[in-house]
T-cell receptor
Framework: TQLLEQSPQFLSIQEGENLTVYCNSS?????LQWYRQEPGEGPVLLVT?????EVKKLKRLTFQFGDARKDSSLHITAAQPGDTGLYLC?????????????FGTGTRLTVIP | NAGVTQTPKFQVLKTGQSMTLQCAQD?????MYWYRQDPGMGLRLIYY???????DKGEVPNGYNVSRLNKREFSLRLESAAPSQTSVYFC??????????????FGPGTRLTVL
């Protein structure tokens, strides 16, 4: 059973369009991270959200953490070909120890020039 | 500052062969991790090392062993490879694993195929 569900699994859009991808969990978590992974590379952290209702912006990317801290969304405005990649959300459970980060299955985004 | 490095980048094995995947980090991080990434499954934790001298099982440890050689290096060994171990393997490191804002830094991955 997946702890985290991401949707959609695949998304192909034209350059300049807007898009939103979602990350949902049945559990409450202490924080959530979004990573982007480009082909042939490892994931790279984009943002960490900690507070319910929190909104963070990173240039054309807007990240929102649900009020109940069980879901998150990533909105990209005016997508560019450089945004192409696999977007992974990862939740951190409120427990001590190094094994408390769990990844979703990812949304694979393709932005067509 | 190379971050996290992994070798080899690609490997093809026959069923039953053994191999060791190497990982090193130069960020002086205490914690290191091994993940596998399979289509539709996301990243799954195989083993981790919270600090030098300690290792613990993650979500999918069967068929693997690890060694935390020193603070910099964390290796993953497949003693008798099976086709189900065909995957992309990522090593990661972090400095504050108990913190809600801890960041994991990933290597470029090793793409392993077991025939």
């Amino acid at each position: 059973t997946q702890l985290l569900e991401q949707s959609p699994q695949f998304l192909s859009i034209q350059e300049g369009e807007n898009l939103t991808v979602y990350c949902n969990s049945s559990s409450v978590f202490s924080s959530l991270q979004w990573y982007r992974q480009e082909p042939g590379e490892g994931p790279v952290l984009l943002v960490t959200v900690v507070t319910g209702g929190e909104v963070k912006k990173l240039k054309r990317l807007t990240f929102q953490f649900g009020d109940a801290r069980k879901d998150s969304s990533l909105h990209i405005t005016a997508a560019q070909p450089g945004d192409t990649g696999l977007y992974l959300c990862a939740l951190r459970r409120a427990r001590t120890g190094a094994n408390n980060l769990f990844f979703g299955t990812g949304t694979r985004l393709t932005v067509i020039p | 500052n190379a971050g996290v490095t992994q070798t080899p980048k690609f490997q093809v094995l026959k069923t039953g062969q053994s191999m060791t995947l190497q990982c090193a980090q130069d960020m002086n991080h205490n914690s290191m991790y091994w993940y596998r990434q399979d289509p539709g499954m996301g990243l799954r934790l195989i083993y981790y090392s919270a600090s030098e001298g300690t290792t613990d099982k993650g979500e999918v440890p069967n068929g693997y062993n690890v060694s935390r050689l020193n603070k910099r290096e964390f290796s993953l060994r497949l003693e008798s490879a099976a086709p189900s171990q065909t995957s992309v393997y990522f090593c990661a490191s972090s400095d504050q694993p108990g913190s809600s804002t801890d960041t994991q830094y990933f290597g470029p991955g090793t793409r392993l195929t077991v025939l």
